[in-house]
């Protein structure tokens, strides 16, 4: 008997050992890093890795395979700063670098610098850019994350999250399914704050868009999605008439900033109502920045 339980004993010693090093792999792999990819999961051997191989050990063409899903999933990504955290432009765009993704840097660069943008304006470049599908997703924030919450969330066809750290953007992106997050980027925002974005970005991206969470959820979460949807078409006015109502020191800043018109390309717009509506604002005539 004193054999049977040593054996036991082996046994859950094993098993604890094998869960640690596959969980250790997992995180790894989060970090975005091929290195990690091809030499922790690749690289197992032995029975831990043969017992493992349906459900957890990549084959030999991963790399490959990584590199194709990356490509499917790749998507056109606006990130959007105000004047108030203009500064951490430089720490998002290096956290979203080698991810696959075409980023376009829309907004500030520099705090307080010249023409300037409130997040009144980076929420309305964020519908605009959305609504028009110029950008599949939108990376926006202020200093708390919330007055660009709030501002983006007026428009229809908006669904932001505030995100926090990494757990906030796996759920969002699971459950919710959005399409623009807001940063925190000066609240909390001090030691290693820049590592957080990139762990942000690791696990944003890393998850089905409207996946669900947990699985036995995924039905019901995407009714209710669907339905948010059509209730935001509800509630709002139609794009057109948004455009065309807005006051001049809302819609002009943002429309005039470097950039902005080429991306809304009013040519290019297919609603006959938007177009006109977008072509009498451009043709206000720009602000004058002090």
């Known amino acids: 008997m004193g054999q049977i339980r040593n054996t036991a004993n082996q046994n859950n010693v094993y098993r604890a050992v094998r869960h640690g090093l596959e969980n250790l792999a997992s995180k790894l792999v989060f970090l975005g890093d091929d290195r990690f990819e091809s030499s922790v999961i690749l690289g197992r051997s ?5 017992a493992s191989q ?4 990549m084959p030999l063409n991963a790399p490959a395979q990584l590199a194709d899903q990356r490509r499917v999933n790749q998507m056109r990504i606006a990130v959007i700063n105000e004047t108030s955290a203009a500064n951490r432009n430089a720490d998002i765009l290096a956290a979203l670098q080698g991810r696959g993704h075409e980023i376009i840097n829309a907004g500030m660069t520099t705090n307080g610098a010249k023409p300037e943008l409130s997040y009144i304006h980076t929420g309305l470049m964020t519908a605009i850019l959305l609504h028009l599908n110029r950008v599949d997703f939108v990376v926006g924030g202020c200093g708390t994350g919330q007055g660009y919450l709030n501002s ?3 428009y229809p066809g908006v669904f932001c999250g505030h995100i926090l750290n990494d757990l906030d953007a796996w759920l969002f992106m699971q459950i919710n399914g959005g399409n623009c997050i807001s940063l925190a980027l000066n609240q909390g925002y001090g030691w290693a704050g820049d590592v957080n974005l990139r762990f942000i970005f690791d696990r944003l991206f890393s998850v089905e868009r409207g996946g669900g969470y947990p699985p036995h959820r995924a039905l019901p979460q995407k009714e209710y ?3 948010l949807a059509r209730v ?3 509630t709002h006015r139609p794009f057109a008439e948004i455009i ?5 020191d809302a819609i002009l800043p943002a429309l005039d ?3 902005m018109k080429e991306l809304v390309d009013v040519d290019s717009v297919t609603d006959p109502g938007l177009k006109e509506a977008f072509r009498r604002r451009v043709k206000a005539g720009p602000l004058v920045f002090a």
């Not at 032995?46 to 043969?50: E, L, T």
């Not at 349906?54 to 050990?57: E, H, Q």
Request: aromatic residues 4%; without cysteine.
């Open 46 to 50: 032995g029975s831990a890795g043969k």
């Open 54 to 57: 349906a459900t957890n050990r």
């Open 152 to 154: 983006a969330m007026q």
């Open 225 to 227: 999605r669907d339905k």
């Open 232 to 234: 935001s078409d509800i």
């Open 244 to 248: 065309s109502s807005l006051p001049d």
């Open 257 to 259: 900033y470097p950039g």
